[in-house]
């Protein structure tokens, strides 16, 4: 199947600095992927909708200026948290849609953000 | 409002005993429903998906349009079947609405 590859895996930054998320589709193109946050023994939250080449769409309740969303190119989406605090840390964890009729969505593997 | 309630945080059985996931749903259009399962140190990757209506290492899952829901079931659970299952329901605009999550817990 598609991969869908994020770096860093995890990652500790100092209050106040910004982090930024890479998820790229390896072997495939994708027009459209999905950010989400997961808080420990929650579900998973969708944060926002990054499209390539226009503006991300986000969730009620997630603040845009925060996290900053930026699909660029059809393989490579980047969130950057901003002004990191730690009620920030999470996991996020991106996902990218397939390309074909069934629209199946391939997962990161995750990443650890650890504000201190 | 679009929900997924999976009501189980932890479903222990044990080798070759069947397995339920309860998921239900809450959608005013017409669901299109998943499983996504999470080994051990592994990515999220789908299970199922109810249109197709395939069987995946051995579990299956009904639609029910009737209670809402879409419970994943599994006459012979294995210990390799451990793992987090997530119920998800897509909406209009592809977005995922996730459950909770269910850890399912294989035992010898």
């Known amino acids: 199947g598609a991969v869908v590859s994020q770096h860093p895996s995890w990652v500790i930054c100092k209050s106040g600095t910004s982090v930024k998320i890479e998820c790229r589709s390896l072997d495939f193109q994708a027009t459209t992927m999905f950010w989400y946050r997961q808080f420990p023994k929650q579900s998973l939250m969708l944060m926002a909708t990054s499209n390539e080449g226009s503006k991300a769409t986000y969730e009620q309740g997630v603040e845009k200026d925060k996290f900053l969303i930026n699909h660029a190119s059809l393989t490579l989406s980047t969130l950057t948290v901003t002004s990191a605090h730690p009620e920030d840390s999470s996991f996020y964890i991106c996902?990218?849609?397939?390309?074909?009729?069934?629209?199946?969505?391939?997962f990161g593997e995750g990443s650890r953000l650890t504000v201190l | 409002a679009q929900r997924v309630t999976q009501p189980e945080k932890l479903l222990s059985v044990f080798k070759g005993a069947p397995v339920e996931l309860k998921c239900n749903y809450s959608?005013?259009?017409?669901?299109?429903l998943f499983w996504y399962v999470q080994y051990s140190r592994q990515r999220l990757q789908l299970l199922l998906r109810h249109i197709s209506r395939e069987s995946i290492k051995g579990f299956t899952a009904d639609l029910n349009k009737g209670e809402t829901s879409f419970h994943l079931k599994k006459p012979f659970a294995q210990e390799e079947d451990s793992a987090m299952y997530y119920c998800?329901?897509?909406?209009?605009?592809?977005?995922?609405?996730f459950g909770s999550g269910t850890r399912l817990l294989v035992r010898p």
């Open positions: 996902s990218a849609m397939g390309q074909g009729a069934t629209g199946e969505l391939f």
């Open positions: 998800a329901l897509e909406d209009s605009s592809y977005k995922l609405i």
């Open positions: 959608y005013s259009g017409s669901p299109e």
